[in-house]
């Protein structure tokens, strides 16, 4: 067989390989000046070309320029790029939440989150990039597939203030104890060939790990009977059911200075039709509308899961607890199923409705009733107001104080977990009918009476402490489910009888003695 067989696919193997390991002279690099050296930055338009014509037109815009490395981890990395650090007056308690304004989608790859590597900083929501970005001080490949890498540091100046900037005294925060060590003066963009110290590196290592998926989930909640496809990276929450006005879940998109997506789910008994539910809505928002807070935009018929549905959407100018007013848009629909009436929302501010407009329609698309949670006739965790009264003694204990949070983290615990399994769900429908058999009572003496009502909080304590274990394992059975949980019971069974018998116990023979 002839040697230029050979040669051929040779020459095309290394043709595909000068992209990734010849840069061009005039290939543009950023030069992030800082008080202990300069940080050069090359970057991977091939790996993550929106990221990096992102970062390019920040850099030009002199976005980065004046701002501050806000967190800073020795043996991890350095993160910069809030605008929020360069505005004056702005609470440092702030810094780490800044944005441009927009958002850009996801470009995970395979290259490792070695040393020197850039990266770009994200919330939960996969598709949450803006500005912020972090350069990896020491090899963190438990980062990879998660997060979109689109560039490294090329000099040895570059490292060198690298450890310069991650060596510096923090606050428990990770922010710098003296701010302006840890200023980014001016971010410029340049040719590759003006810089003369280039090092002689080899390509970025590529990993095998798996590349963090962001395609939409399906999400089941037993306990309501309800399942959706839910949004990659968006936050699933069970509010504190203060009133029967708030929802009984929420699905949070990614949180910017001009985007706030959210879509709201509220079931609820009826024994009226679609019609009266309608009507109870209009008759609830008149007053707004009346007042020029609410315009209605259009309203009409559709269908959801099969089911004949009203849908209104309208805008409104509310002001936020900082009395800033925001103009919002949103959509509601109504629809009722085996005497529910369920309620779907999906709000956002009204500049940035439509960039999240396709996501929440699929959603909502996906959306199905699968009736496996309670009886409509049974009573969900609610606490009333007081003027009410009645409602979850636990909820009505922790509102408003530490174990709100906690108490919050425990119902996600409950539909996550609990109601997963068949097991944990006959648990919750037959605990549901003893617990609000006495809750209401003892929920309403808490709110007449603060004393009493710590004295609960003091008693629940440790017994939501023990809940929270159920957060460390993997329940994929009822047996599981069931092993756990007795296991719980037996634990909460010694923390509030035996260990304080035995206490007495030793006490009394103490005295005797």
């Known amino acids: 067989m002839s040697k230029e067989f050979f040669i051929i696919p040779f020459f095309i193997f290394i043709i595909a390989l000068i992209p990734q390991v010849i840069a061009e002279p005039n290939d543009p690099v950023v030069v992030l000046e800082t008080y202990h050296g300069d940080i050069v930055i090359e970057f991977f338009p091939d790996d993550a070309p929106h990221h990096v014509e992102n970062f390019l037109k920040l850099a030009e815009e002199g976005f980065y320029d004046k701002t501050y490395f806000h967190r800073i981890i020795f043996g991890f990395m350095i993160q910069g790029g809030d605008p929020l650090t360069a505005e004056a007056g702005v609470s440092m308690a702030k810094w780490g939440t800044g944005d441009p304004g927009y958002s850009i989608d996801a470009e995970f790859n395979d290259i490792s989150h070695e040393r020197g590597i850039v990266s770009m900083a994200r919330s939960n929501d996969p598709n949450s990039a803006g500005s912020q970005f972090f350069i990896v001080h020491k090899d963190s490949t438990f980062l990879d597939g998660q997060y979109t890498v689109f560039g490294r540091i090329i000099t040895q100046e570059s490292f060198e203030t690298l450890d310069k900037i991650a060596e510096l005294e923090t606050l428990p925060n990770d922010q710098a104890f003296s701010t302006s060590d840890a200023a980014l003066m001016q971010a410029k963009i340049v040719e590759r060939g003006e810089i003369s110290d280039i090092l002689d590196q080899k390509p970025p290592t590529r990993t095998g790990a798996e590349i963090m998926k962001t395609e939409p989930e399906l999400y089941t909640n037993n306990f309501l009977g309800i399942s959706f496809l839910s949004p990659p990276g968006w936050l699933i929450q069970s509010p504190p059911k203060t009133e029967p006005a708030v929802p009984d879940l929420v699905v949070l998109g990614p949180q910017t200075s001009t985007s706030s997506p959210a879509v709201s789910f509220n079931i609820s008994g009826t024994t009226g039709t679609l019609e009266d539910e309608i009507q109870k809505l209009q008759n609830k928002i008149q007053p707004l509308i009346s007042q020029n807070v609410l315009t209605i ?207 007495i116990i030793a006490i009394k023979n103490r005295i005797r003695k």
Request: hydrophobic share 40%.
């Open 297 to 503: 935009i259009d309203e009409g018929a559709t269908t959801i899961d099969d089911k004949s549905a009203y849908i209104i959407r309208a805008t409104g100018k509310f002001e936020n607890l900082n009395d800033v007013v925001r103009e919002v848009r949103f959509s509601t629909i109504l629809f009722i199923d085996d005497n529910r009436v369920y309620t779907i929302q999906y709000t956002n501010h009204i500049d940035d409705y439509f960039n999240h407009e396709q996501t929440v329609s699929d959603l909502v698309s996906s959306f199905k009733v699968i009736h496996s949670g309670p009886p409509s006739s049974e009573s969900t965790e609610v606490v009333t107001s007081p003027e009410e009264g009645g409602g979850c003694l636990i909820a009505s204990a922790a509102f408003g104080s530490e174990m709100a949070p906690q108490v919050q983290f425990l119902r996600e615990i409950r539909d996550g977990k609990v109601m997963t399994t068949e097991s944990g769900t006959a648990f919750m429908t037959g605990f549901n009918q003893f617990y609000y058999s006495f809750s209401p009572q003892i929920a309403d003496y808490e709110r007449e009476n603060p004393i009493f009502k710590e004295a609960v909080k003091v008693t629940l304590t440790p017994l939501l402490t023990s809940l929270t274990l159920l957060n460390y394992v993997d329940v994929d059975s009822d047996q599981e489910m069931l092993g756990y949980g007795i296991g719980i019971i037996l634990l909460n069974i010694g923390m509030y009888f035996v260990a304080p018998a035995a206490a």
